[in-house]
């Protein structure tokens, strides 16, 4: 029977206990390993309290007890609650809680038991731990977890479609029966919606309708089990909201539309908007829209707009006034996706009629081709037109149209374009400058004053350049051949090939050769439109020739066929035994000046040249305002007479030029002098040199110099027509010579001697003989 107490003890007791209490009674040791059985000292039962007692303080929990007896002995509690809430007698052992106890916020309470001597204060028995425990009663009202719930379920859903779950909480024991059990129901709502013992909320009804009412509130209620407080409960508020199907069909706001639109409406641009009502939200409006009376679904289409409610028509193609003015057709409105379960027959319908009138506005011209394609040779100047474009006016008025050449590449005026569309060559065209002409036209209409249309339209002209052979084939490549001083015959120095710039098709055929067979080179044709240039005889000598220059005709085989001289500069070289060369000298190269670079230099040397020109009449313009400022007794004149024919070309007595050696002795100038009149003088023994006729004429010509004011200073006076009274010749000058009929005869000049001999045949020829210059 004891083992049994000990072995329910052991159960019962908790699992800190073992370390202390017990291992004291059973003796258990770490340096013991038998068991000795110990007689148990602490007696009392099992220790327990219901929360929320209504009797008065303290409340009686229960007592401990020692078998051991000693009357100087007492009970002492100890731990967190011990002296506070719990407290014990010290003579008796009985244990009383001094508060109310609440199980919700503490179900067990852990104390520690002594049993000590008053005097010496020591434990009599081996401290105990025990446990108190709060029985529970049904004496909470469950709570929900939230306020508010939401929740939602499509319309026309069936009865019993769950919605959503709310949850209440019960804070009282759920191991006692009845006690944490929570009993829902829907006290606002019921109609709509139902709620199960787990709290889910769900359809009561099958024809829940999202366009009718989107959304419900509802009212749960939970209650608890009758109890301590007689079965209160709480309440929650359940937010449902309908989500939608597509259950109902589009149908139109009004039965007709009517629209106006210009001609030139774009393809694809809005023509109007059918507005149409589906009470569906958009994501489950799939409205179609049908031509069901009329045959231009080939001209318009209609894009439903779902968030607008609205079908957008667009135009398919070009409208155009002349041909059809109105457009008149029925629209139907439908929705294939609608779920048929839910149809409700007996709506209004879904059919409109649409009308379109397209309105005239003035259309540009409109070309009979996209674009055109000519074909001309080149070089060629065909004085008929290579084309004509055309374009016609679209409207109802059908006015002229005029056509103008807007732009063409490359530019330039090799084509031409006249009022009436006709395409023309101007200049002869290069298809190796070009091989496509490209033109852009445009065609205006003419209106009724005279002038032009505004609005034009355009089209491509397309001029091939057909290809003729007038280039004549040249080297492919700058060569640059060397060789051998020591080359043996039939060495090749180099493949030459040639390009052409016709239009090398396939079939064309160069033929190499030379100018002259005398030369120490020779050509062989390799008939792959290449040839090799071989040494004729060999043995080069770099001290004469340095440099070979060879000339060699390249022909095609075109019709006509040409050809072209080309020069390859072949260099004489030292070579090695192996035939490297060693030594070479480079041939002169040819520096290239651009036709653009030439037209530059010379454009700097004019404006170079114009600059200096102006610089120089400025300073004599200068110079002129300067002389012309000076006053009359500035103005000089330099006068050089003459009174005597001389001796002839032995005569040097005949002039004294002591004046003129005095006049640079002195430093003057004959030219810019302030005044300088040199006479000269007679040989002595002709008279005084201040008297005779020629003095006189001398003083008169000086006097109407000096008195005249109209002539530019610095005159010189040469006077020829006068010789003086001594010549027996009289006057030999031409100005005074009589015409050819004169009768004077001229026959003594031959007997003047060989001097007047060129005089004497001038003069002495017969009337009837010409004189040849």
């Given at each position: 029977?004891?083992?049994?107490?000990?072995?329910?003890?052991?159960?019962?007791?908790?699992?800190?206990?073992?370390?202390?209490?017990?291992?004291?009674?059973?003796?258990?040791?770490?340096?013991?390993?038998?068991?000795?059985?110990?007689?148990?000292?602490?007696?009392?039962?099992?220790?327990?309290?219901?929360e929320?007692?209504?009797?008065?303080?303290?409340?009686?929990?229960?007592?401990?007890?020692?078998?051991?007896?000693?009357?100087?002995?007492?009970?002492?509690?100890?731990?967190?609650?011990?002296?506070?809430?719990?407290?014990?007698?010290?003579d008796?052992?009985?244990?009383?809680?001094?508060?109310?106890?609440?199980?919700?916020?503490?179900?067990?309470?852990?104390?520690?038991?002594?049993?000590?001597?008053?005097?010496?204060?020591?434990?009599?028995?081996?401290?105990?731990?025990?446990?108190?425990?709060?029985?529970?009663?049904?004496?909470?009202?469950?709570?929900?977890?939230?306020?508010?719930?939401?929740?939602?379920?499509?319309?026309?859903?069936?009865?019993?479609?769950?919605?959503?779950?709310?949850?209440?909480?019960?804070?009282?024991?759920?191991?006692?029966?009845?006690?944490?059990v929570?009993?829902?129901?829907v006290?606002?709502?019921e109609?709509?919606?139902?709620?199960?013992?787990?709290?889910?909320?769900?359809?009561?009804?099958?024809?829940?309708?999202?366009?009718?009412?989107?959304?419900?509130?509802?009212?749960?209620?939970?209650?608890?089990s009758?109890?301590?407080?007689?079965?209160?409960s709480?309440?929650?508020?359940?937010?449902?909201t309908?989500?939608?199907?597509?259950?109902?069909?589009?149908?139109?706001?009004?039965?007709?539309?009517?629209?106006?639109?210009?001609?030139?409406?774009?393809?694809?641009?809005?023509?109007?908007?059918?507005?149409?009502?589906?009470?569906?939200?958009?994501?489950?409006?799939?409205?179609?829209?049908?031509?069901?009376?009329?045959?231009?679904?080939?001209?318009?289409e209609?894009?439903?707009?779902?968030?607008?409610?609205?079908g957008?028509?667009?135009?398919?193609?070009?409208?155009?006034?002349?041909?059809?003015?109105?457009?008149?057709?029925?629209?139907?409105?439908?929705?294939?996706?609608?779920?048929?379960?839910?149809?409700?027959?007996?709506?209004?319908?879904?059919?409109?009629?649409v009308?379109?009138?397209?309105?005239?506005?003035?259309?540009?011209p409109?070309?009979?081709?996209?674009?055109?394609?000519?074909?001309?040779?080149?070089?060629?100047?065909?004085?008929?037109?290579?084309?004509?474009?055309?374009?016609?006016?679209?409207?109802?008025?059908?006015?002229?149209?005029?056509?103008?050449?807007r732009?063409?590449?490359p530019?330039?005026?090799?084509?031409?374009?006249?009022?009436?569309?006709d395409?023309?060559?101007?200049?002869?065209?290069?298809?190796?400058?070009?091989?496509?002409?490209?033109?852009?036209?445009?065609?205006?209409?003419?209106?009724?004053?005279?002038?032009?249309?505004?609005?034009?339209?355009?089209?491509?002209?397309?001029?091939?350049?057909l290809?003729?052979?007038?280039?004549?084939?040249?080297?492919?490549?700058?060569?640059?051949?060397?060789?051998?001083?020591?080359?043996?015959?039939?060495?090749?120095?180099?493949?030459?090939?040639?390009?052409?710039?016709?239009?090398?098709?396939?079939?064309?055929?160069?033929?190499?050769?030379?100018?002259?067979?005398?030369?120490?080179?020779?050509?062989?044709?390799?008939?792959?439109?290449?040839?090799?240039?071989?040494v004729?005889?060999?043995?080069?000598?770099?001290?004469?020739?340095?440099i070979?220059?060879l000339?060699?005709?390249?022909?095609?085989?075109?019709?006509?066929?040409?050809?072209s001289?080309?020069?390859?500069?072949i260099?004489?070289?030292k070579?090695?035994?192996?035939?490297?060369?060693?030594?070479?000298?480079?041939a002169?190269?040819?520096?290239?000046?651009?036709?653009?670079?030439?037209?530059?230099?010379?454009?700097?040397?004019?404006?170079?040249?114009?600059?200096?020109?102006?610089?120089?009449?400025?300073?004599?313009?200068?110079?002129?305002?300067?002389?012309?400022?000076?006053?009359?007794?500035?103005?000089?004149?330099?006068?050089?007479?003459?009174?005597?024919?001389?001796?002839?070309?032995?005569?040097?007595?005949?002039y004294?030029?002591?004046?003129?050696?005095?006049?640079?002795?002195?430093?003057?100038?004959?030219?810019?002098?302030?005044?300088?009149?040199?006479?000269?003088?007679?040989?002595?023994g002709?008279?005084?040199?201040g008297?005779?006729e020629?003095?006189?004429?001398?003083e008169?010509?000086?006097?109407?110099?000096?008195?005249?004011?109209?002539?530019?200073?610095?005159?010189?006076?040469?006077?020829?027509?006068?010789?003086?009274?001594?010549?027996?010749?009289?006057?030999?000058?031409?100005?005074?010579?009589?015409?050819?009929?004169?009768?004077?005869?001229?026959d003594?000049?031959n007997?003047?001697?060989?001097r007047f001999?060129?005089l004497?045949?001038?003069?002495g020829?017969?009337?009837?003989?010409?004189?040849?210059?």
């Amino acid at each position: 029977m004891k083992k049994l107490i000990l072995l329910f003890s052991l159960i019962l007791a908790p699992a800190s206990a073992y370390t202390e209490d017990f291992k004291t009674k059973l003796n258990l040791s770490p340096n013991n390993n038998s068991y000795k059985r110990f007689k148990r000292e602490w007696i009392w039962n099992q220790m327990h309290i219901m929360e929320e007692l209504n009797s008065p303080l303290p409340h009686h929990v229960g007592k401990i007890t020692s078998s051991a007896r000693n009357k100087n002995a007492m009970y002492v509690l100890e731990g967190e609650y011990a002296n506070s809430i719990f407290k014990v007698r010290e003579d008796t052992g009985d244990v009383y809680a001094f508060e109310r106890l609440d199980r919700e916020k503490k179900s067990e309470y852990e104390l520690t038991a002594l049993f000590i001597d008053r005097t010496t204060n020591k434990s009599l028995e081996p401290p105990s731990r025990f446990i108190i425990k709060v029985y529970d009663i049904n004496d909470n009202v469950p709570v929900f977890v939230q306020k508010a719930f939401n929740g939602s379920v499509p319309e026309m859903s069936p009865v019993g479609t769950s919605v959503t779950k709310v949850t209440a909480v019960d804070a009282d024991d759920p191991t006692v029966a009845g006690h944490a059990v929570v009993i829902y129901q829907v006290i606002e709502g019921e109609r709509y919606f139902t709620v199960d013992e787990s709290g889910v909320i769900s359809t009561a009804t099958a024809d829940l309708d999202r366009e009718t009412q989107s959304t419900y509130e509802i009212v749960v209620k939970a209650k608890d089990s009758p109890g301590l407080h007689g079965g209160d409960s709480s309440t929650a508020t359940v937010i449902i909201t309908l989500s939608d199907i597509n259950d109902n069909f589009p149908t139109f706001k009004q039965q007709s539309f009517h629209f106006k639109v210009p001609e030139n409406v774009r393809v694809g641009s809005e023509v109007g908007r059918l507005k149409v009502e589906d009470i569906d939200e958009p994501q489950n409006r799939n409205t179609k829209y049908n031509f069901v009376r009329g045959h231009y679904r080939d001209t318009f289409e209609i894009i439903p707009n779902a968030f607008t409610n609205e079908g957008i028509i667009k135009p398919k193609k070009s409208l155009d006034y002349e041909k059809i003015k109105e457009y008149k057709f029925d629209i139907e409105a439908t929705d294939t996706t609608v779920n048929m379960r839910f149809f409700k027959p007996g709506g209004p319908k879904s059919i409109a009629a649409v009308t379109i009138e397209v309105l005239d506005v003035d259309e540009p011209p409109i070309f009979s081709q996209p674009s055109y394609v000519y074909k001309v040779n080149e070089n060629d100047l065909p004085k008929n037109p290579l084309g004509t474009v055309f374009a016609k006016d679209p409207d109802a008025a059908k006015r002229k149209i005029r056509y103008t050449l807007r732009r063409s590449s490359p530019s330039g005026d090799y084509v031409k374009v006249s009022n009436s569309g006709d395409i023309f060559i101007s200049k002869h065209l290069d298809r190796e400058a070009s091989a496509w002409h490209n033109l852009t036209v445009a065609a205006q209409e003419i209106m009724a004053d005279n002038k032009l249309s505004d609005i034009e339209s355009h089209t491509q002209v397309f001029i091939q350049v057909l290809d003729q052979n007038d280039n004549a084939p040249e080297f492919a490549y700058p060569y640059e051949p060397k060789v051998c001083e020591n080359a043996a015959p039939g060495k090749v120095i180099i493949r030459i090939s040639a390009t052409d710039k016709d239009d090398m098709l396939p079939g064309v055929n160069f033929k190499y050769s030379l100018t002259t067979e005398d030369s120490n080179f020779t050509l062989v044709d390799n008939h792959d439109n290449t040839a090799n240039v071989t040494v004729k005889y060999g043995q080069f000598n770099r001290e004469l020739v340095k440099i070979h220059y060879l000339p060699v005709i390249i022909s095609d085989n075109g019709t006509p066929e040409l050809s072209s001289t080309n020069t390859l500069s072949i260099t004489v070289c030292k070579c090695d035994e192996k035939g490297e060369f060693t030594f070479c000298e480079e041939a002169a190269k040819q520096v290239g000046v651009s036709i653009q670079a030439l037209v530059a230099i010379f454009i700097c040397i004019l404006t170079i040249l114009g600059i200096a020109l102006l610089i120089i009449l400025r300073k004599r313009h200068k110079k002129e305002l300067t002389v012309l400022r000076k006053t009359v007794a500035e103005i000089h004149e330099q006068l050089v007479t003459y009174d005597e024919e001389g001796g002839g070309e032995m005569d040097t007595t005949s002039y004294d030029v002591s004046v003129l050696n005095s006049v640079r002795k002195n430093g003057m100038n004959l030219e810019t002098g302030p005044c300088l009149y040199a006479q000269v003088q007679k040989p002595t023994g002709n008279g005084n040199s201040g008297t005779g006729e020629m003095a006189i004429m001398i003083e008169v010509k000086k006097d109407e110099a000096d008195n005249d004011g109209d002539l530019l200073p610095y005159d010189t006076l040469h006077i020829y027509g006068y010789e003086g009274a001594e010549s027996i010749a009289e006057s030999l000058s031409s100005l005074e010579s009589g015409s050819s009929d004169s009768d004077i005869d001229y026959d003594f000049l031959n007997d003047w001697g060989p001097r007047f001999k060129m005089l004497a045949e001038l003069y002495g020829l017969e009337p009837n003989e010409d004189f040849v210059y």
